[in-house]
């Protein structure tokens, strides 16, 4: 029903006509918003709950683990106790090599080596006579050709050592050095590696990946980082 109007005053009462529908339409928007929002705004006003994944790094590391005995060097045959493996005490597979060496070169021409506590060779030939799973990389590293889980050790790499002193020579002490290194089973791009010599090329790849030289382990300690680890005894 439209509103009376008079001849006096027709804008007046025509302004009052078209303000109050639009006062009521915006209070109703305002109750439509707040209480049944259209779809649009409801997706603009809904919340999501977030979640957060955490990843670590898997630790490579591994140690040298040895029973030795010792006594006093006398003129002849000294036989002793020296049991070397490796364990792999990180939290991922590992690859691990094993440098031996004598602290006095001159002890070396005058002492052999045993794999096994029975059989003993110079130097020269003990790595050709290897236990089960080593084997030499003519680099002055004894490498396991299988990969260490987490906790497993690898076979004895050397048993015993015995030395010789000659009538009248003079006998001095020396030191076995081991030198142990381990490094992670994939290469530099993750890749898993496999096959025969996987080990090698394992440690390959990442002296190639950091810039390391492959030699001696004095060369070889200022190599060492999370993935690849050095140990010497």
């Known amino acids: 029903m439209r509103p009376k109007t008079t001849r006096w005053h027709p804008r007046l009462r025509t302004h009052s006509y078209l303000a109050l529908p639009i006062a009521a339409l915006a209070a109703f928007l305002l109750v439509c918003l707040f209480h049944a929002p259209p779809e649009g705004a409801m997706a603009y ?8 994944n955490d990843f670590t790094a898997g630790v490579n590391t591994s140690q040298v683990v040895e029973q030795f005995s010792q006594s006093s060097l006398t003129t002849g045959a000294n036989t002793f106790e020296k049991e ?13 090599r094993v440098f031996l060496a004598f602290s006095d ?9 045993s794999a096994d506590g029975v059989n003993f060779y110079p130097e020269a030939d003990f790595c050709t006579h290897l236990n089960a799973g080593w084997v030499y990389g003519g680099d002055g590293y004894y490498y396991y050709e299988m990969a260490l889980s987490p906790g497993e050790e690898t076979t004895d ?18 030191e076995i050095i081991v030198y142990e290194e381990s490094v992670q089973t994939r290469s530099a791009d993750g890749t898993l590696l496999t096959g ?4 090698q090329q394992a440690f390959s790849d990442f002296l190639s990946f950091s810039g390391g030289t492959q030699g001696s382990a004095d060369s070889q300690e200022s190599s060492a980082s999370a993935d ?6």
């Open 45 to 52: 006003l809904t919340g999501r709950d977030g979640t957060e």
């Open 84 to 96: 070397v493996a490796v364990q792999n005490t990180g939290d991922i597979p590992c690859y691990v």
């Open 105 to 113: 070169s001159s002890i070396c021409g005058i002492s052999e080596l």
């Open 157 to 174: 790499l050397l048993r015993k050592v015995t030395t010789t002193f000659p009538e009248g020579a003079k006998i001095r002490d020396y």
């Open 196 to 199: 025969e010599d996987a080990c």
């Open 228 to 233: 690849l680890t050095g140990n010497s005894t």
